[in-house]
């Protein structure tokens, strides 16, 4: 692996967080494929325009997102960033504080890297009986 690439990679992604932090649908459109899906923590799938749409609209709003313990894989053409995901905002007016496991995959096109899959996995509470 390049580390150049690697370090290209995680700028990316903080590039990303930081667009959707900023609310801003028109640049968190600029990091991701026409084919864009989120698989989110419940198993459903959320296609790009309707998480652009819930963006543009002010129903989901996020103030946090941040990926702890990154790890980047190139595989030529295409790499995974995996991590753990602490987001905070508001959908529908309700504030909400997510803990998950995330993964992206880029792939590059024209030289460019756009995500076109986010997998969340909700982390479990830690509890002790």
């Known amino acids: 692996m390049n580390d150049e690439s690697i370090e290209q990679l995680l700028q990316l992604e903080k590039d990303f967080q930081d667009a959707i932090v900023a609310n801003n649908a028109e640049a968190i459109e600029r990091f991701v494929t026409e084919d864009w899906i989120i698989v989110n923590a419940d198993g ?6 309707r998480f ?38 508001k959908f529908m007016g ?8 995330a993964t992206d995959v ?3 096109i024209n030289g460019q ?17």
């Open 44 to 49: 459903r799938i959320v296609e790009k325009d």
């Open 94 to 101: 309700a504030e909400f504080t997510t803990l998950e496991r």
């Open 52 to 89: 652009l749409a819930v963006v543009k609209s002010g129903a989901l709003t996020h103030d946090t997102m941040k990926l702890d313990e990154p790890r980047v894989r190139i595989y030529g053409e295409t790499a995974v960033v995996t991590g753990c995901a602490t987001s905070a905002g």
């Open 113 to 129: 890297w756009r995500c076109a899959l986010t997998q969340l996995t909700r982390v479990a509470e830690n509890k002790t009986d």
């Open 106 to 108: 880029f792939v590059r």
